[in-house]
């Protein structure tokens, strides 16, 4: 007898025609959870009762639902409940959706179980959500669509720390239950998201307020010291005082420029220009180079290239790659040692892709943080790296550039030693790249 697949993909339509009948608790918990659904209860208030009452008749230790974001390019998890801690996977862990298993879940609308994750984890080893899963005891795991009207906004997660629990008529019962809270919990958690893009913004503006104020009143108040010759002739101090002028002016364009790029973004004005042949160092990563010159004479960083030599032509859109690396090598001498620094960039073309990475010595980033990086106005909560000026705007928008290349970005870091930032960019761009499976 063929041994069981370790993953399993069951087509809805199949298991609906397939006949199944629940049990009277089965059907009980189902009529009520559409009675309070109907009821127009909030989120926590349906999804609590449901994980409570469900767990005598369908095996669970771990419920989660996840919704699609970025027009469906990333998947974020949005309600997280567990019988146990600590949970390592928590509410706003996001990956990007491409290249993942859960692609097929969301195209499909078919229900996925895998048996033993551990298993899965050993086959599919740069899988973070696996590992976080795993650190939580996590042995199966089910995965059914959410489904509003016929679109497809996310997925719900039923897991069990015992391995195997989960077969076909478990799936019948969990994609109908599916179907019921779906237009409930995706109302809820739009509203949650209006909610915090508003806060989002406000703070942004304030931001934007305050940050501005205070470097152009300090530039008038030294230029009018200047001007009215209050320091004499040109001294030492007088030239000090110019340099911390010129300073906050770069400071200035620098946080202008970011803010101009995430309005193009915000948009809909960024459009990809791409062309065949482009000398990628020549064009992009010298340019990029320039443009954080001051702030390597700033810091006093060391900068070393890795660059495949000779390079061949690659096609991209040189522009918006300048975005991208100029994010990234100013996030690498900002955020990196600031005595001493050193930041490496190196570029290849190799298996079909523009590989580009930029590493820097310095704190790096817990690795819980990972999956905030490339979230709008999101900033990691270390009190090592807050002291630092940012927006949290830069790594989005380097994340749509990529994307809008049909490429993946990625980062690592080992807290307190180094950072690095990495992307991939399919060569041709058209062509498929061999994206990893990132998703359990």
Known sequence: MAERPNVEYLDPTKLARTPDTFSAAEA???DEVNRR????????????WFFAATRAIHPCDRIGLAFLEEGGRRLVAGWTRTLYEPVRLRDGYAEDLRGSSLERVLREGSVRIIHDLARYGEEHPDSVSTKLLRLEGVASNMTCPLTVEGRRVGVMFRSSREAGVYDAHQARLHLAVAERLGQAVEKAWRIEQLEAANRAYTEMLGFVSHELKSPLASLVMDAELLTEGLLGALSDEQAERVRKMAGKAHYLMGLVKEYLDLARVEGGGLALDAREDVDFVGQVLEPSVELIAAQLAATGARLERDVQDPMPGVECDPELLKIVLVNLLGN????????DGQVRVAARVAGGAL?????????????EARSRLFKRFSRVPSAELMKRRG???G????WRIVQLHGGRIRADSREGEWAEFAFTIPQPLGAMAGAEDTAP
């Not at 659904?37 to 999804?47: E, F, N, P, R, Y």
């Not at 690498?332 to 005595?339: F, I, L």
């Not at 590989?355 to 690795?367: D, L, Q």
């Open 28 to 30: 009980g918990v189902l």
């Open 355 to 367: 590989r580009v990475s930029v590493w820097n010595a310095g704190p790096g980033f817990p690795p």
């Open 395 to 398: 790594l989005y928008t380097a």
């Open 332 to 339: 690498a001498v900002k955020y990196g040692r600031e005595a």
């Open 391 to 393: 927006t949290g705007v």
């Open 37 to 48: 659904v109907a009821a127009g209860q909030s989120l926590d208030a349906v999804m609590d």
